[in-house]
């Protein structure tokens, strides 16, 4: 495939001509509508939370002390016994646990709808909170670990698919991407609990933060029972008038004749029917049954695994040895220093995913994996420089480079990772696709999370007699820069840009032109809409200068 892909978004203009020209936030039902959807998107903070606490706890004295100081990595059937080998299944443990939900999370997510595994998970993973924050032994702490990532699963499998699914045309982009985002509200808040709490003598030094961790989770419990189900699943249960309302409600003000609810509604039928009209019964195999879904199962793949694997899990599970490594010590300092990346990688994260629809998401991936292969670079040479040296400027560059990588991480695998994987998935797929995308990922951080300590306590920047690195760790380096230079070429030549276009139009890009203009094309015909195509805007009730008259001439025409 040549480089420099990018999809025609001409059939896109369609949906583009009928969206609401005014601010949404004038209109009550799209804030409503925003406010269903930060309650989703919350979910991605639980995430977050846990592997900046892990960070955290591994500073404070008290939690070493309390499980007899485990560092290193351990076998899975010696665990209990041998305290020193245990940090790296201690991390690993909650996406084994994750690993081990992802078969059964997608059969929940489309036979019971999205909103249902949402509350199931928060429930386990409120579960795991408490058995984790009253744990007197590591077994105990093991063990809620596991529980908070097999509930976190459920939650994560169908809350990006909702949120995707319900938002405003317009803002379907930029909301999804947020979602992965948001993993960095959660990783501040245990970033700053651990640096106030380690000033607590007590237990609860390390008991508080693991408490705060089940807050979303309680908030979804007490809220999810009224958030609208995804008018996606609604119509492929065969209940239309149910999707038709709630698309209606929520982007229209209740007008279930507003045209562009038509449309919306009629492309989600015809593109669910024409889906159904391939596969009647939708098995695993049937993600790489043809070429177009091997195309997405390729990226979404490669994009799981880079996501992972490109020098960025050392720092986020392990940044206090890392900072060892450079002769920064101090708790306080550590902490700071961890809440602090927090924030800005957030910061950045967000306005990227902001921005998925003006600069598209093949430019921020290409942007992304430059700029990761620049700095990781930079902090290979300035890491090596250290170690020879003890210098205090080599150190301040290894410190600049982490955060100059971070941000260039966060142009696009924070924010688009998850949305571009939910929408360049068609309907009957979506959730056993993004299943095969968080498997890969849980498979990539149990690497990370479990192989990585053994490697930073074996083959660390060393000082030896004649302040010589170890070759071993220098190898490690080049590897990870070498793996980059892969991604960035992989990524040029295969992601393709989906700005600008309909849910139902970005996933049908893969199967061919044809298929998405035959999409719109259906859906116009069935509203009324031929017009369209042509590029006229069509009036909206939603518009504030619009009249019932205009509107209900257009209906007639």
């Known amino acids: 495939m040549a480089g420099g892909i990018v999809a025609n978004a001409g059939a896109s203009s369609g949906m583009r001509d009928l969206i609401h020209p005014g601010a949404w936030y004038k209109n009550p039902r799209l804030i409503k509508l925003n406010l269903w959807i930060f309650l989703l998107l919350i979910t991605s903070s639980t995430n977050g939370y846990d592997g900046s606490m892990m960070n955290g706890l591994q500073t404070l004295t008290q939690w070493q002390s309390a499980f007899k100081n485990p560092s290193g990595g351990m076998s899975l059937t010696k665990f209990l016994p041998h305290a020193h080998a245990q940090l790296g299944l201690l991390n690993a443990i909650q996406n084994i646990g994750a690993l081990t939900a992802t078969p059964l999370a997608p059969y929940v997510t489309d036979s019971l709808g999205r909103r249902v595994p949402i509350l199931a998970g928060a429930i386990i993973m409120i579960l795991g909170t408490i058995i984790q924050t009253t744990s007197h ?22 809350a990006p698919l909702l949120t995707t699914e319900l938002a405003y045309p317009s803002q379907r982009g ?16 245990a970033a700053w609990t651990t640096y106030g709490s380690f000033r607590i003598k007590s237990s609860w030094s390390w008991r508080l933060p693991s408490a705060l961790q089940g807050l979303p989770s309680i908030l979804q419990i007490a809220l999810m029972w009224f958030c609208p189900e995804s008018p996606r699943w609604l119509i492929n249960k065969g209940r239309d008038a149910e999707a038709l309302r709630t698309l209606a409600y929520y982007h229209a003000r209740g007008n279930d004749q ?11 039928k015809e593109a669910i029917a024409l889906d159904r009209a391939v596969a009647e019964q939708v098995s695993w195999a049937d993600l790489f049954k043809t070429s177009g879904n091997r195309r997405r199962m390729r990226i979404i793949i490669a994009m799981a695994f880079f996501s992972q694997w490109s020098g960025n899990g050392l720092v986020s599970y392990y940044l206090s040895k890392v900072l060892d490594s450079i002769g920064i010590t101090d708790v306080a300092t550590q902490n700071l220093i961890n809440g602090i990346l927090q924030i800005y990688n957030l910061i950045v994260a967000v306005s990227a995913g902001l921005l ?100 930073l306590s074996a083959l660390a920047w060393k000082y030896y007699s004649t302040q010589r690195l170890t ?11 070498a793996f980059l230079v892969f991604e960035l070429i992989f990524m040029y030549l295969f992601i393709i840009e989906t700005k600008n276009r309909s849910l139902e139009e970005t996933a049908a890009i893969f199967d061919g032109e044809e298929k998405v203009a035959e999409i719109h094309q259906r859906a116009t015909q069935d509203v009324g809409l031929a017009h369209v195509a042509q590029g ?20 007639k025409a």
């Open 536 to 555: 006229e805007r069509t009036p909206s009730v939603n518009d504030e200068k619009v009249t019932d008259e205009m509107v209900e001439h257009h209906l």
């Open 356 to 455: 998925c629809d003006k600069i598209g998401r093949r430019t921020l991936f290409l942007l992304s994996n430059a700029g990761m292969l620049c700095f990781f670079t930079m902090q290979t040479i300035t890491s090596a420089r250290f170690a020879q040296t003890g210098s205090h400027a080599a150190a301040n560059g290894v410190l600049a480079s982490i955060f100059l990588f971070y941000g260039s991480y966060d142009i696009a695998y924070t924010p688009l990772i998850v949305s571009y994987t939910v929408e360049i998935l068609p309907y009957q797929l979506r959730a056993k696709g993004f299943t095969v995308f968080n498997f890969t990922i849980s498979l990539a951080l149990i690497f990370n999370q479990y192989v990585n300590p053994i490697a």
């Open 137 to 158: 032994s590591v077994g105990q702490f093991i063990g809620a670990r596991f529980l908070i990532g097999f509930g976190v699963t459920f939650a994560a499998n169908a």
């Open 174 to 189: 930029p909301l999804t991407s947020t979602y992965n985002s948001l993993w960095y509200s959660g990783a501040i808040i």
């Open 258 to 268: 507003d045209p562009l609810i038509q449309f919306e509604y009629n492309e989600i």
């Open 471 to 481: 070759v071993e760790y220098a190898r490690i380096q080049i590897v990870y820069c």
